[in-house]
Nanobody
Framework: VQLVESGGGLVQPGGSLRLSCAAS????????MNWYRQAPGKQRELVAT???????NYADSVTGRFTISRDNPKNTVYLQMNSLKPEDTANYYC????????WGQGTQVTVSS
């Protein structure tokens, strides 16, 4: 399984971005998909999860602002990020897990005026 993230960039506080994670390989719909982020000097943290059945879970810091979704026919997972704050600045990574665990290379999100 290969994962490729896209959609990061520079946005002002209060703005929005939508990240995409395109997955290659078979059986992607069976995978639990996560978005993680890592800011400079900090540990990688779990941001959002979506299971193969579509159940979702979020970190307290993003609840109500971020939405994770998946489009199985397109083998793509999304992270819609609204009301962005400077503390959301980080490199965002996609992870897929089933019988193995796979990571993407990350996409940078910078929230700054």
């Amino acid at each position: 399984v290969q994962l490729v993230e896209s959609g990061g960039g520079l946005v002002q506080p209060g703005g929005s971005l939508r990240l995409s994670c395109a997955a290659s390989g078979s059986g992607i719909s069976l995978y639990t998909m996560n978005w993680y982020r890592q800011a400079p000097g900090k540990q990688r943290e779990l941001v959002a999860t979506i299971t193969s059945r579509g159940s979702t879970n979020y970190a307290d810091s993003v609840t109500g602002r971020f939405t994770i979704s998946r489009d199985n026919p397109k083998n793509t997972v999304y992270l819609q990020m609204n009301s962005l704050k400077p503390e959301d600045t980080a490199n965002y990574y996609c992870r897929a897990s089933y019988f193995g665990t796979y990571w993407g290379q990350g996409t940078q999100v910078t929230v700054s005026s």
